[in-house]
Antibody, heavy 117, light 109 residues
């Protein structure tokens, strides 16, 4: 079975940094584009970033461009999101998800990031 | 940037009712339009991709349609387990640039 397990969330002060990880199993990770999608408490879904299977292409939402960096290690079946200059509005559950047919086919359970002083 | 607007924001219907959710784009989009179901405290679940491609394991009462700027998610006969929030999502490209609608909460009367 496909499994995506996010980790690395927690409480961080405004202006701080955090690195999220997503461990993938149950499928050939290196063949799939991957994504980060977030959801602020009580709010809707917001796409954050995408990365192609071979890391050749990376895309970012306007709200995180220049502050967040997506990366992956296909040898370790892992996806990462380096977040810096964090703001209160970055507080959310962050999900990693696979890409297929321009949609998020499989999702992890999410990891909560709280930005607060 | 393309914006996606769902209507209604919420709907309350009885078991067996037909429920239709609309997703409207601010400009004509390609067929990269998906629908998700999310239950409280859970990750979203992909129901439909490519406007009308129902995912494996999704009950056939769910269907998608539309073209251009207007897209529909239809639940033909509402079941208690369909109580959830539903989101549409469009993609600027095959690899990324996604935009989600604001969500539609479906409740059972």
């Amino acid at each position: 079975d496909v499994q995506l397990v996010e980790s690395g969330g927690g409480l961080v002060k405004p202006g701080g940094s955090l690195r999220l990880s997503c461990a993938a199993s149950g499928f050939t990770f290196s063949l799939y584009s991957m994504n980060w999608v977030r959801q602020a408490p009580g709010k809707g879904l917001e796409w954050v970033s995408s990365i192609s299977s071979n890391s050749q292409y990376m895309f970012y939402g306007d709200s995180v461009k220049g502050r967040f960096t997506i990366s992956r290690d296909n040898a370790k079946n892992s996806l990462y999101l380096q977040m810096s200059t964090l703001r209160a509005e970055d507080t959310a559950v962050y999900y990693c998800a696979t890409s297929g047919e321009a949609a998020a086919g499989q999702w992890g359970q999410g990891t909560l990031v709280t930005v607060s002083s | 940037d393309i914006q996606m607007t769902q209507s209604p924001s919420s709907v309350s219907a009885s078991v067996g009712d037909r429920v239709t959710i609309t997703c409207r784009a601010t400009q004509v989009i390609n067929n990269w339009l998906a629908w998700y179901q999310q239950k409280p405290g859970k990750a979203p679940k992909l129901l439909i991709s490519g406007v009308s491609h129902v995912q494996s394991g999704v009950p056939p009462r769910f269907s998608g349609s539309g073209t251009g700027t207007d897209f529909l998610l239809t639940i033909s006969s509402l079941q208690p387990e369909d109580s959830a929030t539903y989101y549409c999502q469009q993609a600027n490209s095959f690899l990324g640039g996604w935009t989600f609608g604001q969500g539609t909460k479906v409740e059972i009367k």
